[in-house]
């Protein structure tokens, strides 16, 4: 697979990400939801760290939420040039389709995350009580490097309540699946997904 198919891959992913959260964001509020099934709903919200909004601040007490954003922004920024050169170089080795897709749907994922992080915070308006406005007069919800993802697929699948004797979680509901993310997340979880299951594919012995 040449490097201008993987490329290719990459901008389509991209746009259908970006798309998806720029209607979101200019046509719903916070915690707006629409049912589109029983088991899947559309429901907007905001991710301000890492995956299931876990944040730095949270295990580094020491470093503040806006310090641990910047760094965790830059950390991305710096790893998508890494998987940027790890693309470049399966392809041009030759190496398998399997591998440079797989790449290619990780670097896509985690580009279009990284959109968000960077631009969001200094193109929209808060979301809070309000719809978005893209470019506003008076300016974003908050500064370079400060943006927030936008998460907006949740997935319900099912739900049970818990007997008490369950260690921790007895006596509460636990829906399955509860995570609420976005394409940009099913890009990256793909990606990896293949190279897990077909790892013997894309590495070679060698």
């Known amino acids: 697979m040449s490097l201008k198919k993987s490329i290719l891959l990459i901008v389509i992913i991209l746009l259908i990400d970006q798309i998806s959260k720029i209607y979101i964001k200019t046509h719903f509020k916070l915690q707006d939801n629409i049912e589109v099934f029983s088991w899947f709903q559309i429901y907007f919200i905001e991710n301000d760290g890492m995956a299931w909004g876990t944040k730095i601040s949270d295990f580094v007490s020491f470093i503040s939420d806006r310090t641990a954003k910047v760094i965790l922004t830059l950390f991305r920024v710096v790893a998508i040039f890494g998987i940027g050169y790890w693309l470049y170089d399966t392809t041009k080795k030759q190496a398998s389709k399997v591998l440079i897709v797989a790449i290619a749907f990780i670097f896509a994922g985690a580009l279009g995350n990284i959109v968000d992080s960077v631009f969001y915070g200094i193109l929209f308006e808060d979301s809070f009580n ?70 013997k594919k894309a590495f070679s012995n060698k």
């Open 130 to 199: 309000q719809v978005a406005r893209f470019l506003p007069e008076a300016g974003g919800y908050d500064t370079f490097l400060h943006g927030r993802v936008v998460d907006m697929l949740y997935f319900p699948l099912f739900g049970i309540d818990l007997p008490t004797w369950v260690p921790f979680y007895g006596g509460k509901r636990f829906n399955f699946f509860e995570p609420v993310f976005n394409v940009a997340d099913m890009a990256i979880s793909t990606g990896f997904l293949m190279l897990i299951v077909f790892n």
